[in-house]
């Protein structure tokens, strides 16, 4: 079946430690981004990628760093300058033309710093 | 830039009843999308339903349906018959089209949705 998985499921990471989330797509979308959703919040774009090798910062970059080596995969990388990181991660892919261009989404992962 | 605006942090409906959670957008691109989501408790997101800015007719998808005003820059969805599966958090979203545009993909703050029995 065609979708989107992130994983870990929960993670758990120490202060001043990095850590990365994996999100990977079997949908062929071009498009794929990461957000941030505090608790009972909206969900704020942290980096997004239209091709392989190439990605924009979003509206809340600082802390966190992204690849795109495979159209698949948009790992995203939560590193120790990000000052508050316990919150829950969704990444979502799409095609990048068409008419009908919806967002498809994990299942999220929630990080906690302990 | 572009900008999604839900004013209404949380509604309360009694089941079987219409809702219409409201949703404003601004933005500069001539071509965009616009959609809804509803995520559970359970946190995933639930794509709902989608309005291209040049359809000329209001989408409908089952219980679901899009007001879309253009002019207004309004794009408010209406749920019939509402069930207590229903409530939920709702978000609308917007993102621009055509070629050589940005794909920025941006969200309002959310409503969230309240059916009573």
């Known amino acids: 079946d065609g979708g989107i998985t992130q994983s870990p499921k929960y993670l758990f990471r120490k202060e001043g430690q990095n850590v990365t989330l994996s999100c990977e797509q079997n949908?062929?979308?071009?498009?794929m981004y990461w957000y941030r959703q505090d608790p009972g919040q909206g969900l704020r774009l942290i980096y997004y990628?239209?091709?392989?090798?190439?990605?924009q910062k979003g509206d809340i970059a600082e802390g966190y760093s992204v690849s795109r080596e495979k159209k698949e995969s948009f790992p995203l990388t939560v590193t120790s300058a990000q000052k508050n990181p316990t919150a829950f991660y969704l990444c979502?892919?799409?095609?990048?033309?068409?008419?009908?261009?919806?967002?498809?989404f994990g299942q999220g992962t929630r990080l906690t710093v302990v | 830039a572009q900008k999604i605006t839900q004013t209404q942090p949380g509604m309360f409906v009694q089941e079987k009843e219409a809702v219409t959670l409201d949703c404003t957008y601004d933005t500069s691109d001539p071509s965009y999308g616009l959609f809804w989501y509803k995520q559970p408790s359970s946190g995933e997101m639930i794509f709902l339903i989608y309005?291209?800015?040049?359809?000329?007719q209001n989408a409908t998808e089952g219980r679901y349906s899009l007001n879309f005003q253009k002019a207004r820059k309004s794009a408010n969805l209406v749920i019939s018959a509402s069930q207590l599966g229903d409530s939920a958090m709702y978000f609308c979203a917007m993102r621009p089209q055509g070629g050589g545009s940005n794909y920025k993909l941006t969200f309002g703050k959310g409503t969230l949705l309240t059916v009573n029995p």
């Open positions: 990628s239209q091709i392989v090798n190439d990605f």
């Open positions: 949908l062929n979308h071009d498009a």
């Open positions: 979502a892919s799409s095609m990048w033309q068409g008419g009908r261009t919806e967002a498809f």
């Open positions: 309005q291209g800015s040049y359809d000329q």
